[in-house]
């Protein structure tokens, strides 16, 4: 296996695309991808989307974007794992670039959520849910989550205000950042008492759905370092799932596929938890940041949510999380999330993070869930 590397980087704003297709944004990000890695051409396209099919009615994204892009003829497919689908993408590109199947790969998350609005949206987004046991029978995604919230609730004896670090933090560090789609401030207090969604779960919990791209261009981390000054070392790729159905698994309140899938990373980038510098995890739900957390290490069973109340997590913090405002603030591009992830911590290992920086961050890890942790994949990053 040869070693990977990450040599350029591009995005679109986060936010309501009305005036863009599904194949423009994604080429506007390629095109800014492939011009911060000097290049114009690559070998292959892995591209991660959720619900192309039920929300913009499209399917085989692969050939469209990269004809769109200027890049027919070459190898391009979609790969789709819910929300965890441009994590999915980068696992694919980084397993053919490391076999050496492809030499140079560019990676694309995309998603245009504002091609249905309401209720219509909900549906589409229901596709990632157990359909027969489910979303048959009224659930949905923010209902399932806020079962799992009143569950932990219940379980530890805390109260709704507990969560609210995870939102004032993600605000905070999205007010920063010109590509997040929600700019403004959390107070203190506020959190609980804002309008709900799925009781308890309500508009300062849950992530926006939202338009938006990213890219990513990987190489081997042998021809990187002759074409970009700061190439970032894919140090670790891993996948795991749990169950589809909350009601399959024995024990709600833990993330298996979220621990089995950060555990095998740090495994193959030899490193400990207390190495990682910064984590871009998947803030869908203050419920999965504080899940996320445990299930990773970083926090025993039922203490997650301490990490949001002791500032550990803001970027002068202990642990940063969430560093360019997370799903939370920057909005939720659901297939194009991980890639988002990737493209952020990217940022931070290279020092050109501006206003987000994270003082001297040499190693991050990005958790991409797809569902509620039905399919979790890692990478740790290195500088």
């Not at 296996?1 to 990000?29: C, F, K, N, Q, Y």
């Not at 980084?94 to 909900?122: F, H, I, P």
């Not at 507990?162 to 004032?168: A, K, L, Q, R």
């Not at 190495?275 to 069973?301: P, V, W």
């Amino acid at each position: 296996m040869r070693d990977v590397a990450i040599i350029g980087v591009g995005r679109t704003p986060v936010g309501e695309h009305w005036g863009s297709s599904l194949r423009m944004l994604a080429a506007d990000a390629i095109n800014e991808a492939l011009k911060n890695a000097g290049l114009t051409q690559v070998d292959a396209l892995y591209l991660g989307n959720a619900y192309g099919a039920s929300v913009s009615s499209q399917t085989h994204l692969g050939a469209l974007v990269a004809d769109y892009a200027g890049l027919s003829g070459i190898e391009a497919y979609t790969c789709e794992a819910a929300e965890a689908s441009g994590a999915a993408a980068l696992r694919t590109a980084y397993m053919a670039v490391a076999s050496g199947s492809v030499e140079t790969a560019l990676v694309v998350g995309v998603e245009k959520s504002t091609d249905t609005v309401g209720g219509a949206r909900v549906m589409a987004r229901n596709v990632s849910i157990d359909a027969d046991f489910e979303a048959a029978q009224g659930a949905t995604i923010t209902a399932l989550a806020a079962m799992l919230m009143r569950r932990y609730m219940h379980e530890y004896h805390v109260g709704l205000d507990v969560f609210e670090g995870f939102s004032i933090n993600a605000h905070a560090n999205g007010g920063r950042s010109e590509y997040a789609m929600f700019r403004n401030t959390i107070k203190p207090g506020r959190f609980a008492g804002a309008p709900l969604v799925s009781d308890p779960v309500n508009l300062f919990d849950s992530a926006p759905d939202a338009d938006g791209a990213a890219a990513l261009v990987i190489t081997t981390a042998e021809r990187a370092g002759d074409l970009v000054p700061q190439p970032i070392r894919i140090a670790a790729s891993s996948a795991a799932t749990d169950t589809l159905a909350l009601h399959d698994r024995s024990d709600l309140l833990y993330l298996k596929g979220a621990n089995l899938s950060a555990y095998k990373a740090y495994q193959q980038a030899a490193i400990q938890p207390s190495d990682i510098d910064l984590f871009e995890l998947h803030d869908a739900f203050t419920i999965l940041s504080t899940l996320t957390l445990e299930a990773t290490g970083f926090a025993e069973r039922g203490e997650g949510w301490k990490l949001a109340q002791s500032n550990a997590i803001g970027l002068a913090g202990d642990l940063p999380i969430s560093t360019f405002g997370g799903l939370k603030s920057r909005g939720n591009p659901a297939g194009a999330a991980g890639v988002y992830q990737a493209v952020e911590a990217c940022l931070q290992l290279r020092g050109e993070a501006g206003a987000n920086q994270v003082a001297n961050a040499r190693i991050a890890m990005i958790q991409n869930l797809g569902g509620l942790g039905s399919t979790a994949i890692t990478h740790v990053l290195k500088a």
